[in-house]
């Protein structure tokens, strides 16, 4: 009797129930598929159809290989016997190698008498499993990835995660090892991820079975490429992409909004987008301008088109009991559904329930609604708010999917959003598409994906942590990324110490893939409609010019080099589009070979050639910076160049972040900021 079955580029084992299928899946990369209780199952919930590569597969007995260019697979088959009851118990276990045989990551064996399990599968009722996926990590491991989590941690072994998008979180479950190679948990489910240092262990609430995917490369750029390759690239990014973003909470009526985009034309000041942001609408899932605040919608985006400005508005997937929509919705089997309870899932300015984007049906009749009442005004770039979607509460085993219950496959319900969004704008003829969302799960990259880290707080704290949650984030094959500048909550446009925080966090905007203003500054603004009803509260001004002359000068200054920098920015984009490699970069990206590189969480690389350090420590004039082995680095300010391979002071008065071009890079920009 054959132990493997083979074909051209997989093997498959079987045995006590299970099929084990390992198959080439891209250059370098391998994917693993185990089924507990049938054959395994063909799901697309991220990976894409790879290209066909030429493998070397040997079977020897109970032991077979495949070689896929850079990764290795050891399969090994062993039967045994339980003496306690009798029968005869049949095990496979996986081993990943490098091309020189050194072992990348391996399933934990079973301890002989220890009994234990690297696939455990525990039945549900309904036919699903919870599974525990465990294996032997390299000792000495670094790693980075797994998307969004609201931390300064950079290398991120021995954490923990949540496989679960929340506000503010958004788990991407792809990792990257300084041993060479990148790992992805193709699975949507809820669950954990453990990076312990004598074990890693992936976690499924519920699952159908087993499915993850391996690569091999020794550089973290093939890595990211090979990764890109399997999940997809992020589109071209729009020209408007580049530039500077102008947003508050909220602009509430259209003459506000214009009077806004005007004034930038005034004062010279650049302006690619503007938002119309959330209860624009008369009731949550409208999806329409409420007209007595919009009166003429299409004459306001004629207006800043004109002005070379795009208008980007807010979309919440939330649909209000009393929306115009929702009866509609519901009675089409449109909406997510509540297992237990009264139905309703957010009660954020009244109940309201989410629409079911991993419906088809949904993604198409909700974009025919935005087609209508936005796109075809000629609105092209839209901002998919509450996108996790944020639960009123986190119940996640409360609500169930077109594709499933929440535990098997919620995670996947930010890219279809993001999915509904580019598809209906591709169908209408629009090419080029960013559109800005709050969550994200692998593959959205593809769906032109923008995503900010969601509602954090205007302090410091917050901000030390979207330097790692940017880095982490393009690790895991988000390249576009942004942050509220300034935080969401919690600032006041007069306080000094705010002030002082947004300057900082402005400079370090100019260094993000998109730069982006944006909060809920105090004191709020009331918001009245001619009834005298209340409407959602606005908030205080958020212009370059709302925070005094002092800190206007800096702003100005950060906004105009924006501009200098956009040929570099497009060439960034373009390497996020053609290479798979992420704008911002964590400095081993750049520099795998120098050891300092795999721990600096508080400074990156805008790119391949700009060092960015921003100012994370209030009343600072000065900041330690690291300067990889390897190049010359040119102080953007100064002109002062230096070697590479040592820590310097780098001065930092308030109205200076500390940037350094890599060997002579950018010199027209030298002394300009």
């Known amino acids: 009797m054959n132990t493997f079955a083979t074909s051209k ?61 850079a ?96 506000n ?69 990014m729009p020209e408007y992409g580049l530039g500077y973003w102008q947003c508050k909470l909220r602009y509430w009526n259209q003459e506000q909004l214009l009077e806004v985009a005007r004034e930038h034309q005034r004062r010279g000041l650049p302006l690619d987008v503007i938002v119309a942001d959330f209860f624009h609408w008369p009731k949550m899932g409208d999806f329409r301008f409420e007209e007595e605040f919009w009166p003429d919608p299409a004459a306001m985006v004629q207006e800043l088109q004109e002005m070379g400005v795009e208008l980007m508005v807010s979309v919440w997937p939330q649909v209000s009991t009393e929306s115009e929509n929702f009866a509609a919705f519901k009675k089409e089997n449109l909406l997510v559904r509540t297992e237990r309870g009264h139905g309703v899932q957010m009660s954020f300015q009244g109940p309201s329930m989410f629409l079911d984007t991993t419906n088809p049906r949904t993604r198409e009749q909700a974009w025919q609604i935005l087609k209508r009442n936005y796109h075809d005004l000629g609105i092209k770039v839209f901002w998919l708010d509450e996108a996790e979607p944020e639960y009123g509460v986190y119940d996640f085993d409360n609500y169930r999917y077109h594709a499933g219950p929440n535990l098997e496959v919620g995670n996947v319900y930010p890219q279809a959003f993001s999915r509904m969004l580019f598809e209906g ?106 009834d005298g009803s209340p409407r959602n509260n606005s908030g205080a001004p958020n212009e370059l010019w709302s925070f005094g002359e002092d800190v206007y000068a800096i702003l100005v200054r950060y906004v105009q080099l924006r501009e200098a920098l956009r040929p570099y920015t497009r060439r960034l984009m373009d390497e996020a589009h ?46 330690r910076v690291y300067l990889p082995a390897g190049a010359s680095w040119t102080d953007l300010h100064s002109g002062a160049v230096h070697e590479g391979g040592q820590w310097i002071d780098a001065p930092a008065p308030i109205d200076v972040i500390p940037v350094f071009a890599r060997d002579g890079a950018l010199a027209a920009l030298v002394g300009t900021i």
């Open 9 to 69: 580029d997989a093997v498959i084992w079987r045995g006590d129930g299970e099929t084990l299928l390992v198959q080439a899946w891209g250059r370098d990369s391998l994917r693993v598929r185990s089924n507990p209780a049938g054959d395994v199952i063909d799901t697309d919930f991220a990976l894409l159809e790879p290209e066909p590569v030429d493998v070397e597969i040997t079977v020897d007995g109970d032991t077979a290989t495949i070689v896929n260019g």
């Open 71 to 166: 990764i290795t697979v050891v399969m090994r088959a062993w039967a045994g016997w339980d003496w306690q009851t009798e029968y005869a118990i049949h095990r496979c276990t996986l081993e990943f190698q490098d091309a020189a045989g050194r072992t990348l990551l391996r399933e934990i064996p079973d301890g002989g008498a220890l009994k234990l399990t690297a696939r455990e599968f525990r039945p549900l009722a309904g036919g699903s499993h919870r599974l525990r996926a465990a294996f032997e990590p390299p000792a000495g491991e670094q790693l980075y990835g797994m998307g969004q989590y609201q931390q300064d941690i950079l290398d991120i072994k021995g954490s923990t995660f949540e496989l679960a998008h929340r």
């Open 168 to 236: 503010s979180q958004a788990s991407v479950p792809f990792v990257q090892s300084s041993a060479g190679y990148g790992f992805f948990w193709h699975n949507p489910a809820i669950g954990t991820a453990t990076f312990a240092a004598n074990r890693t262990e992936w976690i499924a609430e519920s699952t159908q079975q087993l499915d993850y995917w391996i690569t091999a490369g020794d550089t973290p750029a093939k890595i990211s490429a090979a990764y890109a390759n399997a999940t997809g690239h992020a589109p071209v």
């Open 425 to 530: 704008q591709r169908a209408a003829g629009q090419e080029e598409i960013v559109n800005l969302v709050r969550c994200a799960w692998a593959g959205s990259q593809r769906y032109g994906a923008l995503v900010w880290s969601g509602d954090i707080h205007s302090d410091w704290a917050d901000f030390r942590r979207q330097i790692t949650a940017g880095v982490h984030m393009g690790v895991a094959g988000i390249p576009w990324f942004t942050t509220d500048i300034g935080g969401f909550g919690g600032g006041n446009i007069e306080d000094p110490g705010f002030r002082e925080l947004l300057v900082r966090w402005f400079q370090f905007g100019a260094f993000c893939p998109v730069m982006r203003m944006h909060g809920d500054r105090q004191p709020s603004e009331r918001v009245l409609a001619a």
């Open 578 to 623: 053609t290479a798979g490699q992420p704008v911002m970069r964590g400095m081993f990206h750049e520099f795998p070979q120098d050891a300092v590189c795999w721990d600096l969480a508080d400074q990156y690389m805008f790119g391949p050639d700009v060092l960015v350090a921003p100012v994370i420590e209030p009343q600072a004039t000065s900041r």
